[in-house]
């Protein structure tokens, strides 16, 4: 299961059980950001999720530098090395959708075959579009490096999609495009929210939302238990915006290293009043440290890819 069905069966069953005998406290739902603990402490600023739910600096010195020191730092290369294969896993998304709906229902060899005709070109331009916001000129060897990676990432979404609208097919028989699209790339990628109700950001991006309103965040790095914030920032955000409901979130750890095939870890998040506490408390931690301008000193230990590095 690789960005198919995200959410197996087994865990949407198990959040059915939790709503029914747990359930979320109507005072935690995104909707209620004019009350209460969801209520933003500080107005006139407003954070992204990341501000918030990232713990790579343990003290949360980087929130100082970047809001009250007013501190600008480019993307290290592994920060640009990520974002391409959030654009890749976006463009690919977005390219099955164009190519059923240009070509028609085809099988699942020929959508394969289309989708990869020239993606070498389109996972270059990508690249050379994101490691121009770095500080220094990239080692030719790293680009091509995350080229051949991203290009492996396009084959295997590719693939996995094609299986996808063959399997569909097989099981229903023959139908429109617009259903096989709606049942095997049913997928929305970089779904905008506006999170400022909750003191977020007015254009959050929703790496995917998934239908039943599930909420998915991929990371390319290591595992952290801080990702599953991400899921409550976004669950709240999106219920701020839209007044519907999110109970699902999945983080998606994708690693496109030396490994012929790349590799995909799923986690499934129930997102309960436990995760959307934890979220608004670093929030209000956040908007505490600006308002009082307050420095929270330096870690024992630095994240060696924090792009405040030399500033500590």
Same mark, same amino acid.
């Given at each position: ?125 990508? &690249? +050379?579009?994101? !490691? @121009? ?9 790293? #680009? %091509?490096?995350? =080229? $051949? ?100 979130? &999945? +983080?998606?750890? !994708? @690693? ?9 870890? #799923? %986690?499934?998040? =129930? $997102? ?41």
């Amino acid at each position: 299961m690789v960005l198919g069905e995200i959410v197996s069966s087994k865990f949407a069953r198990r959040v059915r059980v939790f709503m029914r005998e747990v359930g979320v406290s109507e005072e935690l739902r995104g909707w209620n950001w004019d009350s209460g603990i969801l209520s933003p402490p500080l107005k006139g600023v407003l954070l992204s999720v990341s501000d918030v739910a990232a713990r790579y600096c343990p003290t949360r010195r980087d929130v100082y530098l970047k809001y009250v020191e007013g501190v600008v730092v480019k993307p290290t290369l592994p920060m640009v090395e990520g974002r391409v294969y959030h654009n890749v896993i976006s463009g690919v998304v977005l390219e099955v959708k164009r190519k059923l709906y240009s070509l028609g229902l085809v099988s699942g060899y020929e959508l394969y075959e289309s989708l990869v005709e020239s993606c070498e070109a389109r996972v270059r331009d990508i &690249v +050379l579009h994101n !490691v @121009r916001v770095l500080e220094e000129e990239p080692r030719s060897e790293d #680009v %091509e490096r995350i =080229v $051949v990676r991203g290009v492996r990432l396009w084959k295997f979404l590719a693939l996995q999609f094609a299986a996808s609208v063959d399997r569909y097919v097989s099981v229903h028989g023959h139908l429109d495009v617009d259903s096989v699209v709606a049942e095997a790339v049913p997928h929305i990628v970089e779904y905008k929210v506006d999170g400022s109700p909750l003191g977020l950001s007015k254009e959050l991006s929703v790496d995917v939302l998934y239908p039943g309103y599930t909420v998915v965040e991929v990371k390319t790095g290591s595992r952290q238990d801080f990702h599953r914030l991400y899921l409550a920032g976004y669950a709240l955000a999106f219920e701020a915006d839209k007044e519907i409901p999110v109970n699902m979130g &999945v +983080l998606i750890y !994708v @690693r496109a290293g030396r490994s012929p095939t790349p590799f995909f870890k #799923v %986690e499934e998040y =129930v $997102v309960s009043d436990e995760l959307r506490r934890e979220f608004i408390e670093a929030r209000d931690e956040v908007f505490e440290i600006i308002e009082n301008e307050r420095d929270p000193g330096k870690p024992l230990r630095c994240y060696p890819y924090c792009p405040y590095y030399k500033y500590c």
